[in-house]
């Protein structure tokens, strides 16, 4: 039987681990403006006026790079500094009177370990601090002692410096953080002046900040002239924005009527989402602020919103209710996150989501009323959107909005009105054909008006699409080397068979006979020579407009007669008259084979004959640059005949020749 050993009276404790520190102080933050954004924390606590930061580089090694964080705050004595600054854990706020610091400054610490980030960017640490009427102090910290303490299970203790002379006036804060790590040396020029900018909001006059000399500013922030449009909440100042007052709009700032929670700041959208991203970090967030200091860098990534306009959203909210003194601490370790569900996160966080879809349907409304602005100053936009009534006014204006918001310059804006108008057409008679039911049989007139509305706009559908196809057709006429014109015609000529002729728009062939035939014809290939087979890249087959068409493509270099091309085709044609007689798929076959060069027994003088014995057997054939000389003929000839484009087209052509 085991032996239960007897309870003793000694008293339990908890030991808290020296390597507490490995966590909470030499991993807590990945980046220098984090880190000197809680030294300037301190130093408002501490009812600073300024703080120095300076960036000492040594021209000699990287190693020897230092931050020096200099305040002139109330300072410590030695009391303050055992009790307060080195007991890890801290608590600023324990009790209401402790809210405020003695100049009545809101207090922005809170769990007491905002101080050992120094070790996230730097190996070692000298303080230098004095009190009013006090002798000055100073410690030295480093990283590897304190290491070595863990490995011991030792308590560390800071090192003292003697020959204090370092705060300059009756009382402050001096700390200089040496042995940087190398990713800290390596972001030292990366915009550290504008990144600390958008930590804070209590930055002032009564509150001043220096980065190696030069005063940090609202305007360091770097991103109010990049807004486009804003909702500003509670009392901040709109004046920031050079932008015209309808398009900063004032919104309520309660985020809960019960609870009293109320906001500051202001969220907005910016033209480009490009303009977001750039040397000085990622713009696209929105920070949230708590006591005049970011506590989560960016909400939007707890939102979850996958609408593509997210990314054009900035912003700075204030919600001092998240770190209410009275209340639980909600932040988390670090103090750049909160509990998740924490019903004062949750409050703001579906406040958030509300403003945030505000804020695009407010960016849609403005995006239309410009887009409208810009569109009637082409002429013939003004007059066909003069024309609209009601309903279809609205959707016009829509429109409107939706190609200003995705146009990047004037010629694209002009193809898009170009795009839009027709579809907008389109849809519009194609809804009015719906109604054909309702049509007072009688009303013979009004019939004929809609489908004379409707051929005129598949007219200049048809009009546009041609025109598409005859200037990819000259591009490829252009192509100097037949190398490459071959190459894009072999992967291309398939699936774009109006290259061949305009009347072949796709392919209409049912999937079992596509199958069977592709089966006879990979049967008699395996039959072919090998010299037949080398000549050859390719053959298939394909049904279009009613036609059953063979295209065999031939290699660029090979020399073949027309009496050969007759009888290597020939087996295919009669394999494919015998699956077309099975499946019932009636209609004429023809075969198109693409040479490199006319066969060798043609020549000038015969070669309409030539042509047309083969096309009596249902065969034709062209050369790569005989195919897309015919094809651009085809459809030029097209567009030059067609005077007479209709309503439709003639706006379209003016909205080409506008500006």
Not at 290 to 298: I, S
Request: hydrophobic share 35%; net charge negative.
């Amino acid at each position: 039987m085991t032996q239960v050993p007897a309870t003793t009276n000694e008293p339990f404790e908890l030991d808290i681990d020296l390597n507490v520190l490995n966590h909470l102080g030499l991993n807590l933050y990945s980046n220098v403006p984090a880190v000197l954004a809680e030294l300037i924390a301190n130093a408002w606590d501490a009812d600073a006026t300024r703080v120095d930061i300076t960036i000492k580089r040594s021209p000699n090694s990287l190693d020897q790079n230092s931050i020096v964080i200099t305040d002139d705050g109330c300072g410590m004595d030695d009391a303050d500094l055992r009790g307060k600054y080195l007991k890890v854990g801290y608590q600023r706020r324990k009790d209401p009177s402790d809210d405020q610091t003695s100049a009545g400054r809101p207090v922005m610490g809170r769990k007491g370990i905002g101080k050992l980030s120094i070790f996230s960017i730097a190996e070692n640490a000298k303080i230098f601090t004095r009190k009013k009427t006090m002798d000055p102090i100073g410690i030295e910290m480093d990283v590897e002692n304190i290491q070595t303490a863990i490995k011991q299970g030792d308590k560390y203790h800071p090192g003292r410096l003697g020959a204090v002379d370092k705060v300059s006036g009756n009382s402050g804060t001096v700390i200089e953080l040496r042995k940087l790590k190398k990713r800290v040396n390596a972001t030292l020029d990366q915009h550290i002046r504008q990144r600390v900018a958008r930590r804070f909001s209590v930055v002032s006059d009564k509150f001043q900040v220096f980065v190696d000399g030069e005063k940090i500013t609202i305007q360091d922030r770097n991103y109010f002239s990049k807004l486009e449009n804003a909702f500003v909440y509670g009392d901040f100042d709109t004046d920031r924005f050079s932008h015209d007052e309808k398009y900063i709009s004032k919104r309520s700032n309660v985020v809960s009527e019960i609870e009293g929670y109320r906001v500051n700041g202001w969220i907005g959208l910016v033209r480009e989402s490009g303009s977001l991203q750039g040397d000085s970090g990622n713009l696209n967030k929105v920070a949230i602020l708590a006591r005049g200091k970011v506590a989560l860098e960016d909400i939007l990534e707890r939102l979850h919103i996958g609408s593509l306009y997210a990314k054009y959203v900035i912003g700075e909210i204030e919600a001092d209710f998240l770190d209410l003194s009275a209340l639980d601490d909600i932040a988390t370790s670090n103090r750049q996150d909160f509990i998740q569900d924490d019903e004062r996160f949750k409050a703001l966080r579906d406040f958030m989501k509300r403003e945030l879809a505000a804020l695009r349907e407010s960016r849609a409304g403005m995006k239309a009323d410009e887009g409208e602005r810009r569109a009637v100053e082409i002429p013939a936009v003004k007059e066909w959107y003069g024309s609209l009534k009601g309903d279809a006014k609205a959707e016009a204006k829509k429109l409107f909005g939706k190609i200003n918001l995705i146009a990047v310059d004037e010629d694209h804006r002009k193809t898009l009105y170009k795009h839009g108008v027709l579809a907008f057409e389109y849809l519009r008679h194609k809804e009015k054909l719906a109604q054909l039911g309702d049509l007072d049989v009688e009303n013979l007139e009004a019939t004929v008006k809609l489908f004379s509305e409707l051929d005129d706009i598949e007219a200049s559908w048809y009009y546009q699409i041609t025109q598409g196809r005859l200037d990819m057709i000259r591009k490829l006429r252009d192509l100097a080397d037949d190398d490459a014109l071959e190459k894009v015609i072999q992967k291309h000529i398939y699936t774009h068979l109006w290259l061949l002729d305009p009347s072949w728009d796709r392919a209409t062939e049912t999937p079992s006979m596509e199958r069977t035939v592709r089966t006879d014809f990979e049967r008699l290939s395996k039959k072919l020579s090998q010299e037949e087979r080398d000549s050859r890249i390719d053959i298939r087959y394909k049904k279009t407009s009613g036609k059953h068409v063979i295209v065999e493509l031939k290699r660029a270099s090979v020399r073949i007669s027309s009496w050969d091309i007759g009888l290597q085709v020939q087996k295919y044609i009669d394999a494919l008259e015998k699956q077309i007689e099975e499946h019932k798929e009636r209609g004429p076959v023809e075969v198109v084979c693409l040479l490199g060069h006319l066969p060798t027994n043609w020549n000038s003088k015969s070669l309409v004959q030539d042509e047309l014995k083969l096309s009596t057997s249902g065969i034709r054939v062209m050369t790569y640059r005989g195919l897309i000389n015919d094809a651009e003929k085809s459809y030029d000839e097209y567009l030059r005949r067609a005077e007479d484009r209709g309503r439709i087209q003639a706006l379209l052509d003016e909205i080409e020749k506008s500006g």
